[in-house]
């Protein structure tokens, strides 16, 4: 059973917008971690933010923020004040176990390509 | 280094030979996971490593792939008799508590 769905296959927004990435999980544990990652054309996978599933706040990180809803078991990211450096492959990611242990394997969703466009 | 490396960052290999692929976690991370992506695709999961328990191996492919970590550190996936459709990038992460941080992975051609 798929895990991790990320429904969106592409996304295009324009320089200076928000856009919001979609990702949702499934899970019987009640402690999880949430995690999304950039991947740019080079290729490397850039960790941007980790929501943990009694976290009382939603995450942000700088122009990145998590709108975890967990009754719906989403997390969906968001980025505001698009740039055309925000141009990449995006990956939502879900562990089972312990939010502050990590003890079970990271497992990935299969990705949204966004697009900036000036 | 404060990262996650990888060596070597580019293999080519002849088909039927063994390659050892090596990952450096960064210090103090317990768990380390190795994933496989081919050109385009997903991330798909191979293996993790608790210390040097690998509590879920349910990835490899096949009997060809195995990998060990020695002393909670290093890693090493091995795949023998390489075949054409083990080319991919293969990539390495490590995490504790609340990050999971990716090396810039090995390049693997089987020609």
């Known amino acids: 059973a798929q895990k991790i769905t990320q429904t969106q296959p592409g996304m295009f927004v324009q320089e200076k917008e928000a856009v919001t990435l979609d990702c949702t999980y499934d899970?019987?544990?009640?402690?999880?971690?949430l995690f999304w990652y950039k991947q740019p054309s080079s290729g490397e996978m850039i960790f941007l933010i980790y929501q943990g599933s009694y976290d009382q706040q939603n995450a942000t990180e700088g122009r990145y923020s998590l709108n975890f809803q967990k009754a719906r078991k989403s997390a969906n990211l968001v980025i505001s004040a698009s740039q055309l450096g925000d141009s990449a492959m995006y990956f939502c990611?879900?562990?089972?176990?312990?939010?502050?242990?990590?003890?079970?394997?990271?497992?990935f969703g299969t990705g949204t390509r966004l697009q900036v466009f000036p | 280094g404060a990262g996650v490396s990888q060596s070597p960052s580019n293999k080519v290999t002849e088909k039927g030979k063994d390659v050892e692929l090596r990952c450096d976690p960064i210090s103090g991370h317990t768990a380390l996971y190795w994933y496989r992506q081919s050109l385009g695709q997903g991330l798909e999961f191979l293996i993790y490593?608790?210390?040097?328990?690998?509590?879920?191996k349910s990835g490899l492919p096949s009997d060809r792939f195995s990998a060990e970590r020695t002393g909670g550190s290093v890693s090493t996936l091995t795949i023998q008799r390489t075949q054409q459709e083990d080319s991919a990038v293969y990539l390495c992460?490590?995490?504790?508590?609340?990050?999971?941080?990716f090396g810039q992975g090995t390049r693997l051609t089987v020609v």
């Open positions: 490593f608790q210390g040097n328990s690998a509590p879920d």
């Open positions: 992460a490590s995490s504790f508590r609340r990050g999971a941080f």
């Open positions: 899970t019987s544990d009640p402690s999880y971690g």
């Open positions: 990611a879900m562990r089972e176990g312990s939010g502050s242990y990590n003890t079970d394997k990271l497992i």
